[in-house]
């Protein structure tokens, strides 16, 4: 079973939709990240977050919009996603931001019509 | 800016083989080097985490080696077995937070 783990695990939404992505960890990990893989691609870093605070965005579209609310939590809020915004949005968690194993959960698998 | 390359991009082999899966990256500024392991449609699962100043680490039939200088890894994976297909990732992590992947190796075992 994944330490870190991601709801829902699968999303079809349109265009036009406002949805939220859910990730949540409880290994008192200070740092979270969020990952978008395209299949059969190396996942990619979209958003950073250590000790609570967006440490790195990686030049991601503000229709991805990342929110900490706690230690435990990390949420992806999507609004106004494109058809080629559709992927396997990974998100992952390590002891703290340097030097640790990264822990990632199972994904949100985004459809967007 | 860090590349990271994995050869081959597939392997098929019989089950009992010993295997040996390459990464390479062109920065040898790295803090660590971490192996990962992805089933179809499912998250990555932490194999072997190389810190910069190590060696290899080893997890029962999985040895990883790291040659900073010269830019590479290797994962040698021991008597092989159908469960072990997945694809495999290596991951280097830079002076900075992130992790940046390499191509990946899709291997399948089959018995």
């Known amino acids: 079973d994944t330490e870190v783990t991601q709801t829902p695990k699968h999303l079809v939404m349109g265009m036009t939709n406002k949805k939220s992505l859910k990730c949540e960890q409880h290994?008192?990990?200070?740092?979270m990240y969020w990952y978008k893989q395209k299949a059969k691609k190396p996942p990619e870093l979209m958003f950073v977050y250590s000790y609570e605070k967006l440490s790195i965005n990686e030049s991601v579209p503000s229709r991805f919009s990342p929110e900490c609310p706690n230690s435990s939590l990390l949420n992806l809020h999507l609004h106004a996603l494109q058809p080629e915004d559709s992927a396997l949005y990974l998100c992952?968690?390590?002891?703290?931001?340097?030097?640790?194993?990264?822990?990632f959960g199972d994904g949100t698998r985004l459809s967007i019509l | 800016k860090q590349e990271v390359t994995q050869i081959p991009a597939a392997l098929s082999v019989p089950e009992g083989e010993n295997l040996v899966l390459n990464c390479s990256f062109t920065?040898?500024?790295?803090?660590?080097l971490q192996w990962f392991r992805q089933d179809p449609g499912k998250g990555l699962t932490s194999l072997l985490l190389?810190?910069?100043?190590?060696r290899e680490q080893t997890s029962g039939r999985l040895n990883a080696s790291l040659d900073k200088s010269s830019g590479r890894s290797t994962l040698y994976i021991a008597a092989s077995q159908p469960g072990d297909s997945a694809t495999y990732l290596c991951?280097?992590?830079?002076?900075?937070?992130?992790?940046?992947f390499g191509t990946g190796t899709r291997l399948q075992v089959f018995p």
């Open positions: 190389i810190q910069s100043s190590q």
């Open positions: 290994m008192g990990h200070r740092a």
């Open positions: 992952a968690s390590s002891q703290d931001p340097g030097g640790q194993p990264q822990h």
């Open positions: 920065d040898s500024a790295i803090y660590n």
């Open positions: 991951a280097v992590r830079p002076s900075t937070d992130k992790l940046i």
